[in-house]
């Protein structure tokens, strides 16, 4: 759950609510209750970015080190697309 960025040598946690199913080591009623705790906190308010769209917008930012959370609070219509840069596999710390 824990990745070091290769640019920076930061840890970070690497957990997802559509990708994390469980942590290794704890039962499944302390893994739910602690990913749960986690998903919370990610998503506080104090750690969120919130972005005012206009036109010709463009927003980028890196996996690595930052969750991806949109909420559904606009009207209209957006263009999303996805690009993908080829880096390095996420390593745990040594």
């Known amino acids: 759950m824990v990745r070091v960025h290769p640019e920076t040598g930061r840890k970070a946690l690497f957990v997802n609510e559509l990708w994390t199913e469980s942590i290794v080591g ?4 302390e893994s739910d209750c602690l990913l749960a705790m986690l998903w919370r906190h990610s998503a506080s308010p104090e750690f969120t970015m919130r972005w005012r769209w206009r036109a010709n917008d463009l927003a980028l930012w890196d996996n690595m080190a930052f969750q991806h959370y949109a909420v559904r609070d606009y009207t209209g219509n957006r263009v999303l697309q996805k690009a993908y840069v080829r880096g390095e596999r996420p390593v745990g710390p040594s």
Do not use: E, Y
């Not at 704890?26 to 009623?29: D, E, G, Q, V, Y």
């Open 26 to 29: 704890l039962s499944a009623h």
